[in-house]
DNA sequence: GTCTATAATGGGATAGAC
DNA sequence: GTCTATCCCATTATAGAC
């Protein structure tokens, strides 16, 4: 009598695999460790993700997927372009702060593999594309004169910031990098009325 | 009748070895590999570097000492102190833009081995610790009202972008960053004159 | 006594077989 | 799930060359 296929097995995989990658690299975690921390056959792993660079893959577009819902929803939440930029930025401050964070999985995949060029690589990049390309459209909701060099600026700082956050930090660093980014608005859109986002203009 | 000890074996095997871990990462490059690139025998390169973790801590050791190398001589070259800061990230903004650049060695290795207590890592650590302590001292110097908060954000520019770059980058993203931490420093003395560093105030 | 070349050791990796 | 094939890893041991 044959098992039913379990339904969550390819999530519960997933999860497991993802903690040990996240926290302590892909490189350094085996795939007999994944299974052990699985908690299933080697079999059913290697039937969900037929190589380690598949389960990297899916690893990393999962890590990609929430982090865009996160950040959308944080978006959503704002209705003026120049808060919702400010909203972006401190999504990520608050993701910084959080226990256990160990940096952008995305980025320090691309740190751990230079010159990859496979499936798992190719999301990361994707990822860092597309989030500078969402930055960049609602800078263009702005209205102001240099949108690419805003968007360059203020991709400075959010990126520099995710990048150079490897570990959770307190939340003044998040505080600091809110605020750069709402003086870069605010030098490049010197007509608007003061904002109160977070102080005196 | 015995052969003379090489005087630039040493560094020969550094050179090799470090070429490879900065190009490849250092868990991409085995031993072997670099007994090969290094063009001498296994076992001199043992016998200079009795373990792997002892040939990635001079390596990443001698990176730290160029990079301190390379911005106090860019900072010696300024007198006022508003300059230094200025000059600092300006330098770094150079390296970025060098072609063959691929990130920070020191903080590769963070991110390859997040765990890791070993010579190496610690190597490591105290740069990034250092690194800040000099730029907190040469923001000491700019007497502005709130030193460690103008130290907080200019780090936050400088890391960031540090961090963030991961190959070679054009040189306007450099630009960008020096202009962000004049602009910092301008708003935290808005009692000077005009500067004149890259433009209008 | 210093170096090179090569073999050997012991462990862990991915992956496939059954 | 266990067992196995194949490979690569860091490191050590051995034996020969200058």
Same mark, same amino acid.
């Given at each position: 009598?044959?098992?039913?296929?379990?339904?969550?097995?390819?999530?519960?995989?997933?999860?497991?695999?993802?903690?040990?990658?996240?926290?302590?690299?892909?490189?350094?975690?085996?795939?007999?460790?994944?299974?052990?921390?699985?908690?299933?056959?080697?079999?059913?792993?290697?039937?969900?993700?037929?190589?380690?660079?598949?389960?990297?893959?899916?690893?990393?577009?999962?890590?990609?997927?929430?982090?865009?819902? =996160? %950040?959308?929803? #944080?978006? !959503?939440?704002?209705? $003026?372009? @120049?808060?919702?930029? +400010?909203?972006?930025?401190? *999504?990520? /401050?608050?993701?910084?702060?959080?226990?256990?964070?160990?940096?952008?999985?995305?980025?320090?995949?691309?740190?751990?593999?230079?010159?990859?060029?496979?499936?798992?690589?190719?999301?990361?990049?994707?990822?860092?594309?597309?989030?500078?390309?969402?930055?960049?459209?609602?800078?263009?909701?702005?209205?102001?004169?240099?949108?690419?060099?805003?968007?360059?600026?203020?991709?400075?700082?959010?990126?520099?910031?995710?990048?150079? =956050? %490897?570990?959770? #930090?307190? !939340?003044?660093?998040? $505080?600091? @990098?809110?605020?750069? +980014?709402?003086?870069?608005? *605010?030098? /490049?859109?010197?007509?608007?009325?003061?904002?109160?986002?977070?102080?005196?203009?």
């Amino acid at each position: 009598m044959p098992r039913r296929p379990q339904p969550g097995a390819r999530d519960r995989i997933l999860d497991a695999a993802g903690a040990l990658f996240y926290a302590r690299g892909v490189r350094a975690v085996g795939m007999s460790e994944v299974v052990e921390a699985a908690g299933c056959g080697k079999n059913l792993v290697y039937s969900h993700f037929p190589t380690k660079v598949d389960l990297v893959a899916a690893y990393l577009e999962r890590f990609s997927a929430r982090r865009e819902r =996160a %950040t959308e929803r #944080a978006v !959503a939440e704002e209705t $003026r372009p @120049a808060a919702q930029v +400010v909203a972006l930025v401190a *999504e990520v /401050a608050r993701r910084v702060s959080a226990p256990g964070f160990r940096g952008c999985a995305l980025r320090n995949h691309l740190t751990e593999f230079p010159n990859a060029d496979d499936a798992a690589s190719r999301v990361a990049r994707g990822y860092l594309r597309d989030s500078r390309a969402r930055l960049a459209a609602l800078v263009d909701g702005l209205g102001v004169a240099d949108p690419a060099g805003v968007t360059e600026r203020i991709w400075l700082v959010l990126d520099g910031f995710y990048a150079g =956050a %490897t570990r959770s #930090a307190d !939340a003044a660093v998040g $505080r600091t @990098a809110v605020r750069l +980014v709402e003086e870069i608005i *605010e030098r /490049a859109t010197p007509d608007l009325p003061p904002t109160g986002w977070s102080g005196q203009s």
